[in-house]
């Protein structure tokens, strides 16, 4: 068994040390040139790890995943967020609450809330030069980003920064949370998976190092509730699973992708009971954490959602977005060519899903509509990295990797190129799959033909 497992431990521990030395010394996003050749190589070993998975023994796997995803996300917390200013957000929005104010009710830089201000936040001194420093419009220096608009994060979210608020009230609070986050939902994983291997392309994935627990981009605490809730679904438990769906839409709202997967094969069937429980399970959770907020703040809980949509170029005349689409039709029609596209895996998902393994549907509507988007966030495809995880489809990790050379570079060129490649990907690998199991197949049928008893003629 130690000759099966000791290749594997030893890529794992390779891919450990070169996360490490990215994240402490890779660059950042004020020095980006060495982030590629150390995200390249962090890809290379991750997938060699994968590979040498597959040798490991069936009672093997389920320690070595868990080992391997916690040496993985403790390296995120071997230096502060290198990659995103975000984080310095969520703190603060977790100070605010503390002292006993909405997180909607005023913008970071108002003068209301200047007794919360902090070094840690506000520094003070240093020329406000580095990478994460902002100027106000008063010329006072800060780290949170767009410090003149309200917060955009929805009430679990808000929740899940109050909560990590007295563990230190700092950036090492939301990376320590990332980190228990990324664990959690890779032993969730292997609950759900059967304990598979498959696990690991969560719990060993670069992009969780960086985007989930050196960033702490609060993006991981949906993952861990819409692959929760799926399991839940999965296994009939529609009360819980869709509390738990709605919890993870009322934290960054992208996991509203994942319900018509939870509800797979609706249109091919009558609806039941447990159907109604779910939707209204989710509806309910969802009102019910949103509650609080619009009675403190009414329709300011929408916060700078708006703003944000127009400034990403999710409008008519500002787009930023869809940019494989716009590669084949007029800008104008972008928008509403994805929408068509997007409804119309939804309508097959819903007639022909399978409800035993609703991350299937969730997965092919989340990927889907990232690659119609083509967003430059990475981390928004931390949800498709766990339904990966869930479903086995590896090929689809070229899109949050897509999003992570967009982010990088910028720009429309590098947009088409990423995520046209990303879809080559996606393409491309099920058809060799496919061609090699017909190779294979056809081999078997050969072996069997020849070793079938000749008949003698008499």
Same mark, same amino acid.
């Given at each position: 068994?130690?000759?099966?497992?000791?290749?594997?431990?030893?890529?794992?521990?390779?891919? /450990?040390?070169?996360?490490?030395?990215?994240?402490?010394?890779?660059?950042?996003?004020?020095?980006?040139?060495?982030?590629? &050749?150390?995200?390249?190589?962090?890809?290379?070993?991750?997938?060699?790890?994968?590979?040498?998975?597959?040798?490991?023994?069936?009672?093997?796997?389920?320690?070595?995943?868990?080992?391997?995803?916690?040496?993985?996300?403790?390296?995120?917390?071997?230096?502060?967020?290198?990659?995103?200013?975000?984080?310095?957000?969520?703190?603060?929005?977790?100070?605010?609450?503390?002292?006993?104010?909405?997180?909607?009710?005023?913008?970071?830089?108002?003068?209301?809330?200047?007794? =919360?201000?902090?070094?840690?936040?506000?520094?003070?001194?240093?020329?406000?030069?580095?990478?994460?420093?902002?100027?106000?419009?008063?010329?006072?220096?800060?780290?949170?980003?767009?410090?003149?608009?309200?917060?955009?994060?929805?009430? /679990?979210?808000?929740?899940?920064?109050?909560?990590?608020?007295?563990?230190?009230?700092?950036?090492?609070?939301?990376?320590?949370?990332?980190? =228990?986050?990324?664990?959690?939902?890779?032993?969730?994983?292997?609950?759900?998976?059967?304990?598979?291997?498959?696990?690991?392309?969560?719990? %060993?994935?670069?992009?969780?190092?960086?985007?989930?627990?050196?960033?702490?981009?609060?993006?991981?605490?949906?993952?861990?509730?819409?692959?929760?809730?799926?399991?839940?679904?999965?296994?009939?438990?529609?009360?819980?699973?869709?509390?738990? =769906? #709605?919890?993870?839409?009322?934290?960054?709202?992208?996991?509203?992708?994942?319900?018509?997967?939870?509800?797979?094969?609706?249109?091919?069937?009558?609806?039941?009971?447990? &159907?109604?429980?779910?939707?209204?399970?989710?509806?309910?959770?969802?009102?019910?954490?949103?509650?609080?907020?619009?009675?403190?703040?009414?329709?300011? /809980?929408?916060?700078?959602?708006? #703003?944000?949509?127009?400034? +990403? #170029?999710?409008?008519?005349?500002?787009?930023?977005?869809?940019?494989?689409?716009?590669?084949?039709?007029?800008?104008? %029609?972008?928008?509403?060519?994805?929408?068509?596209?997007?409804?119309?895996?939804?309508?097959?998902?819903?007639?022909?899903?399978?409800?035993?393994?609703?991350?299937?549907?969730?997965? $092919?509507?989340?990927?889907?509509? =990232?690659?119609?988007?083509?967003?430059?966030?990475? %981390?928004?495809?931390?949800?498709?990295?766990?339904?990966?995880?869930?479903?086995?489809?590896? +090929? %689809? $990790?070229?899109?949050?990797?897509?999003?992570?050379?967009?982010?990088?570079?910028?720009? +429309?060129?590098?947009?088409?190129?990423?995520?046209?490649?990303?879809?080559?990907?996606? $393409?491309?690998?099920? $058809?060799?799959?496919?061609?090699?199991?017909?190779?294979?197949?056809?081999?078997?049928?050969?072996?069997?033909?020849?070793?079938?008893?000749?008949?003698?003629?008499?």
């Amino acid at each position: 068994m130690l000759t099966r497992t000791l290749p594997c431990a030893v890529a794992l521990t390779a891919l /450990v040390t070169a996360l490490a030395l990215t994240v402490t010394g890779g660059g950042t996003l004020g020095d980006r040139p060495p982030l590629y &050749d150390w995200y390249a190589l962090d890809t290379a070993l991750f997938a060699l790890a994968l590979l040498l998975l597959r040798r490991v023994g069936d009672r093997q796997v389920v320690p070595v995943v868990l080992a391997g995803s916690l040496l993985v996300a403790a390296t995120g917390l071997l230096a502060p967020p290198r990659t995103s200013d975000d984080a310095y957000r969520y703190v603060w929005d977790g100070r605010v609450q503390a002292a006993g104010i909405s997180p909607y009710a005023y913008a970071p830089d108002d003068p209301a809330l200047f007794r =919360l201000r902090d070094p840690g936040l506000f520094p003070d001194g240093d020329g406000c030069k580095a990478w994460d420093e902002h100027r106000t419009a008063a010329g006072d220096c800060i780290r949170i980003n767009r410090p003149a608009v309200h917060t955009i994060y929805p009430p /679990v979210a808000e929740a899940w920064f109050l909560v990590a608020h007295p563990f230190g009230g700092g950036v090492r609070g939301m990376q320590v949370g990332g980190a =228990l986050l990324a664990v959690a939902t890779t032993g969730t994983l292997l609950l759900v998976g059967g304990r598979s291997r498959r696990a690991a392309l969560w719990g %060993w994935c670069p992009g969780v190092t960086v985007w989930a627990v050196n960033d702490a981009h609060v993006d991981a605490l949906g993952a861990l509730l819409m692959v929760a809730g799926l399991g839940c679904a999965a296994r009939r438990r529609r009360g819980a699973g869709g509390a738990l =769906l #709605g919890a993870a839409v009322a934290t960054k709202l992208l996991p509203a992708l994942a319900l018509p997967g939870a509800v797979s094969a609706l249109l091919a069937r009558r609806p039941t009971r447990r &159907d109604l429980v779910l939707f209204g399970s989710a509806l309910g959770t969802f009102a019910a954490v949103y509650l609080p907020y619009v009675l403190a703040s009414g329709l300011g /809980v929408l916060g700078y959602l708006p #703003g944000y949509l127009r400034e +990403e #170029g999710y409008e008519q005349g500002h787009l930023e977005r869809f940019g494989l689409l716009r590669v084949v039709l007029p800008d104008r %029609w972008a928008p509403w060519a994805a929408a068509l596209a997007l409804a119309a895996v939804v309508l097959w998902v819903l007639r022909r899903g399978d409800p035993d393994r609703p991350w299937r549907g969730a997965f $092919l509507v989340t990927g889907t509509a =990232l690659l119609l988007v083509a967003p430059s966030y990475p %981390w928004y495809g931390l949800l498709l990295v766990a339904l990966v995880a869930l479903d086995g489809r590896w +090929e %689809w $990790l070229a899109v949050p990797a897509a999003g992570q050379v967009l982010y990088l570079e910028g720009g +429309e060129d590098a947009q088409r190129a990423a995520y046209g490649a990303a879809l080559v990907c996606v $393409l491309v690998v099920p $058809l060799l799959r496919w061609a090699a199991r017909a190779v294979l197949v056809r081999a078997a049928s050969r072996s069997a033909s020849r070793a079938r008893p000749q008949m003698t003629k008499v």
